[in-house]
């Protein structure tokens, strides 16, 4: 760590003092994402993308700018990495003074978290290497998903993937942040198309979670492959989802994005000031929302928490160095806090979370979600079965949209079972749904107990510009609405 | 140092360690490798204020790695190298003995092929321009947006792509493009999306642009209307347009997709539906200027028709897709099996995609329209049924009801949920004559390269549901 701090200091004491800027941090990440997939048993993608790199940002005349320079720490670079900091160094310090004129929001040293720390993802010994599965045991356990997810010949098209991302952070800053943090981020997923009858379907499963070898032993490949090849060819005959008003349960890998969607980017606290409009678009809430919005029922309850192990976006700080702990966004259904990082929230005068985040190394840090959860409630998953007269049981995420303010949204799901009189009934394709924020969540029914909770996540959170992909993890029970809208597929 | 200098180092400084690692590879080995490179300078802005600012510099190469006579083992790698060949040499060197070492443990990719390696098939392309230093830029887009809500972002600086392939073929391309995108807000928070790019900053085009831009908030500040849904005569601007092409490089128009039939083109390649005889779309790469060759060497036409006027004529064929539907394969110079594709990336994406100009002249739209909708902007498309090409969206910016010829009031925002067969078939009235070209202004890992030209589309109905 001492190295980072050194690299640091070297670097601005090669500019005079009078040239210095006030405040500078240096991150270092390094992101070593490997893929490895099987398609119909053969070989489909055996591919790294192993990104790198030094992002310096400094703070002159109150005003923040950045340079990055790419690739390779200081242990296999030298010397050379102190010139191309410095030079970074001052062609940030340039930017900052120069825009300081038209600066959005003016900056102090005092503003900037000093953090001391280290993360890494949990029951994870990097040492110990050996009980990763070998790479022909690998490729041996995603050929067999493949070939058992061929359960008929209606299945198309089989697939398999592991993925496995190893995520260095280090910072350092001028005044006194010295941060480390190494994640493990896993993904794996069985995927299926069948095709007949006139009709194409698509089934997945999968897991997205921080972890080690257990995480990828534990989840049950060839079953799990076995299951989506035989559900994926029932759609096939399955009758469309009915359309009409009635009640849904969504379960936790539906939930995920409607979570996501629907709650996770309005409170962005930089989308609610603004920032996004462009991009990623606005929010209908407001500042003078917080603290008095009802923003769903009063079994929502929703809470930023990055003390989850093996959650995806666990961590002990955030990028520009705040100490990440849980809170409660929605407490009772009414909005208590948003999503926004330290500099946001002196921005706002609104208290946030530790959730300024960088996707990438050469990315400013934004505001993102993290893990972004539902709290468990009461009720057992027979009891949020039978308390439907009519409605739509829906499973795994297969489209997504919602207006720019994140009010108007579209969801489908993979699979659906019809619910009739309390009473699991048939299988239904293409289930869908449509409704707005703000009364969908005050249509919140039931909230499903510890049992009917699952971990998810997404690899594949857009936002910013320039623009970021970033993780995200979503741990939802299942939940039951009233009055939502359904509908299915085309004939 | 000139921006010409840099762009000389870069392809050289390509060229040496590309020739370095080749020196190394075992029998029957074969690189490729794919450089990604970019100086650029980003100011992020909000309500005409600078936010977050600097400068990235970035240099990636994507190798691809292939052992084997007729079949291969492949394996690939997309990695930050910093500059410097020497540095980048060994830290190359590392990855490729990783590589060697894993395609040990793997089986034989039955679909992997080598680019066609025909030496007159290298290329090379160099687009200079004339970019505004920073200082300028902040200046002038400061001193245009005085007084007005402006939110957005400026780019600008060096692109460069560069492949070149242990068989002998070399490509490079690189541009210095400039952008500026940006919206424009109202007190009622509504606002209208305007882009300004090119090569060769013009102050006084960009002047007049904003200015124009800024006489149309007005409009915009008029009470929204709130309209039911239902089915409504709409216009689609051209970035209206521009929003539901992207969705034919979402498993519409690559082979893959068709042949694994989830792709509503499926059902133009089997006669059972069709677009409107106004509807051409091509990909043409002299309209929209990137690299024609793709990251493994594959090197697309100049231009390629894929739908005639309705018609299906041509998919996106990937170098795999080739291989694993048996489509036509030659020799090498070398004598390695290639199989010969159409220079299609491997997620078989638009790349350079134009449709064809209409009849309709710009100073008819209103009056075609006669009552109905007009739509700037779309946001957030998805499939909801991709098979039979339905996608639903969103209104977004500058969106407007006519009536009687005239732009009656913008309108609160509306769910459309309707199919490719009406949109550019059943209930196509005419494309415009004019068309706009939109740089593409991606910048998810690094920033990309592309653009498309497509017109705007009048239309009898559009179904509309929340």
Request: glycine letters at 8%; charged letters at 20%.
């Amino acid at each position: 760590m001492s190295s980072l701090k050194e690299l640091l200091n070297e670097s601005l004491n090669k500019i005079p003092a009078s040239e210095r800027p006030e405040w500078v941090m240096l991150r270092e990440m390094r992101d070593r994402d490997q893929t490895w997939s099987m398609r119909d048993a053969h070989p489909d993608q055996s591919s790294v993308v192993d990104t790198r790199g030094f992002f310096v940002e400094v703070l002159a005349q109150g005003k923040r700018a950045y340079a990055t320079v790419p690739a390779m720490g200081f242990a296999e670079w030298g010397s050379q990495a102190t010139a191309a900091l410095t030079q970074a160094i001052e062609k940030a310090t340039s930017r900052a003074r120069y825009t300081a004129k038209v600066n959005l929001f003016n900056e102090t040293i005092e503003m900037q978290p000093i953090a001391l720390g280290a993360y890494r993802t949990h029951a994870l010994s990097h040492a110990d290497s050996a009980k990763w599965l070998s790479l022909s045991d690998l490729y041996a356990m995603l050929a067999q998903a493949t070939e058992a997810a061929k359960v008929s010949p209606n299945v198309l098209d089989a697939s398999a993937l592991f993925r496995r991302v190893d995520t260095e952070i280090l910072m350092a800053s001028t005044h006194g942040t010295e941060v480390e943090q190494f994640t493990t981020s896993l993904q794996g997923s069985v995927s299926v198309t069948a095709q007949g009858f006139g009709q194409c379907q698509a089934r997945n499963a999968f897991f997205d979670l921080q972890g080690g070898p257990e995480t990828v032993q534990s989840f049950q490949w060839v079953t799990e492959a076995k299951r989506i090849g035989e559900e994926a060819v029932e759609l096939l005959t399955a009758e469309e989802c009915p359309t009409g008003v009635m009640d849904i349960l969504l379960s936790p890998d539906q939930m995920m994005l409607q979570i996501h969607e629907s709650i996770g980017h309005p409170l962005e606290l930089d989308r609610i000031l603004g920032d996004e409009r462009n991009y990623a678009g606005w929010s209908f809430v407001q500042l003078e929302d917080i603290g008095k919005l009802q923003y769903g029922s009063s079994l929502l309850n929703c809470t930023f928490d990055p003390t989850q192990a093996n959650e995806l976006a666990s961590y002990a700080f955030d990028d520009q160095g705040t100490p990440a702990k849980k809170e409660f966004l929605i407490r009772a259904g009414v909005l208590e806090r948003v999503l926004g990082g330290s500099i946001s929230q002196l921005r706002a005068l609104q208290p946030g979370v530790a959730n300024s985040r960088t996707s990438l190394w050469s990315r400013p840090a934004i505001d993102r979600m993290a893990n972004l959860n539902l709290e468990p409630g009461d009720s057992s998953f027979n009891e949020m079965i039978a308390s439907i007269e009519r409605g739509v049981w829906m499973q795994t995420n297969r489209s997504w949209s919602i207006d720019d303010f994140r009010n108007k949204f579209q969801f489908s799901g993979e699979y659906g079972k019809l619910i009739e009189k309390g009473k699991i009934t048939r299988t239904v394709r293409n289930p869908s749904y449509r409704g707005v924020s703000t009364s969908f969540w005050r249509n919140l029914k039931k909230v499903g107990n510890l049992s009917t909770t699952n971990t998810h996540g997404l690899f594949n959170c857009g936002k910013g510009e320039p623009n970021q992909v970033i993780r995200v993890g979503h741990r939802s029970p299942a939940c039951v609405f009233s009055g939502v809208e359904v509908f299915g597929g085309s004939s | 140092m000139s921006q010409s200098f840099i762009k000389r180092d870069l392809k050289s400084d390509f060229r040496e360690l590309s020739q370095e690692l080749f020196k190394k590879l075992e029998p029957n080995e074969h690189l490729g490798l794919f450089l990604i490179g970019e100086d650029t300078d980003f100011m992020r802005f909000s309500q005409s204020k600078v936010g977050q600012t600097g400068h990235v510099s970035d240099r990636q190469v994507q190798l691809t790695w292939l052992k084997g006579e007729s079949t291969y083992k492949k394996v690939e790698a997309r990695v930050t190298i910093s500059g410097h060949v020497a540095a980048d040499l060994k830290l190359l060197e590392t990855e490729i003995a990783r590589m060697r070492t894993e395609s040990a443990a793997m089986p034989v990719d039955p679909y992997a092929t080598l680019p066609p390696v025909e030496a007159s098939e290298g290329s090379e392309q160099i687009e200079t321009g004339k970019l505004p230093e920073f200082n300028q830029a902040i200046d002038e887009i400061f001193k245009n947006f005085s007084g007005l809500d402006a939110a957005g972002i400026f780019s600008s600086g060096m692109m460069a792509r560069g492949f070149s392939h242990s068989l002998g073929l070399f490509h490079w391309f690189s541009t210095e493009l400039f952008q500026v995108d940006y919206s424009l807000y109202t007190q009622s928070r509504r606002a209208s999306k305007h882009s300004y790019s090119g090569t060769c900053w013009d102050s006084s085009a960009f002047q007049s642009q904003v200015l124009k831009a800024r006489s149309q908030l007005a409009v915009l500040e008029r009470d929204p209307m709130r309209l039911k849904p239902g089915s409504y005569r709409t216009y689609l601007a051209p970035d209206s347009v521009h929003a539901f092409i992207e969705m034919f490089s979402w498993g519409v128009v690559g082979e893959r997709s068709i042949r694994k039939s989830d792709s509503p083109f499926k059902w133009l390649r089997t006669n059972e539906k069709e677009f409107s005889p106004k509807f051409s779309l091509s990909e043409d790469f002299k309209k929209c200027v990137q690299p024609r060759f793709n990251d493994q060497g594959g090197l697309a036409p100049e231009t390629l028709s894929i739908v005639n006027k309705g018609r299906l004529e041509e998919t996106l064929v990937s170098a795999r897709s080739a291989s694993e539907f048996g489509l036509e394969s030659t020799l090498t110079p070398s004598g390695y099996a290639s199989v010969r594709s159409n220079g299609a990336n491997a997620a078989e994406t638009l790349r350079a995609p134009c449709i064809s100009a209409g009849d309709l002249k710009s100073s008819q739209i209103l009056s075609g329209l006669g009552e109905g909708l007009y739509l700037s902007q779309l946001h957030y498309l998805n499939w909801s049924d991709r098979l039979h090409g339905r996608i639903t969206g969103m209104t977004r910016f500058a969106c407007f009801w006519v009536s009687g010829g005239q732009i009656v009031a913008p309108i609160e925002n509306l769910r459309f949920d309707d199919t490719l067969f009406r949109i550019f078939g059943s209930e196509l009235i005419d494309f415009t004559q004019e068309t706009e070209h939109f740089s593409n202004p991606s910048t998810y890992d690094y920033r990309q390269i592309g653009a498309l030209n497509v017109p705007g589309l009048l239309l009898k109905e559009m179904a509309f549901t929340l």
